[in-house]
């Protein structure tokens, strides 16, 4: 009921900048917090940045300084900005969204859901030294 899309990655140089964008639509009440993730292959997925519906943020030690996230809660969007790059940062970026949504009952009616890990498809990042 519920799906992320994430845009913004490619390619770029070590030092240069890119922002990621990620959109929740579908049958939303309301988004609690919302993430960003990375993931290299053969480690574990890993937090980058999140932030909650007040807007309090925390950040992965390795991007602080470098990476801020912010969202837009009229358009259902989380934003992670990425400066100063290194190819270290290169992964596969994941948005996650912790959710509540308008399920239908059987027979008519609705209730409130709440998924806790909604993901997106990921979003490559790619930084070349």
């Known amino acids: 009921q519920v799906q992320l899309v994430e845009s913004g990655g490619g390619l770029v140089q070590a030092g240069g900048s890119l922002r990621l964008s990620c959109t929740a639509s579908g049958r939303i009440f309301s988004i609690h917090h919302m993430g960003w993730y990375r993931q290299t292959p053969g480690k574990q997925r890993e937090l980058v940045a999140a932030?909650?519906?007040?807007?309090?943020?925390n950040y992965a030690d390795s991007v602080k300084g470098r990476f801020t996230i912010s969202r837009d809660n009229a358009e259902s969007t989380v934003y992670l900005q990425m400066n100063s790059l290194k190819p270290e940062d290169t992964a596969v970026y994941y948005c996650?969204?912790?959710?509540?949504?308008?399920?239908?009952?059987?027979?008519?009616?609705?209730?409130?859901?709440?998924?806790?890990?909604?993901w997106g498809q990921g979003t490559l990042v790619t930084v070349s030294s």
């Open positions: 996650n969204a912790d959710v509540t949504f308008i399920s239908d009952k059987d027979g008519g009616g609705w209730y409130l859901d709440r998924n806790l890990e909604v």
């Open positions: 932030i909650t519906s007040g807007g309090s943020t």
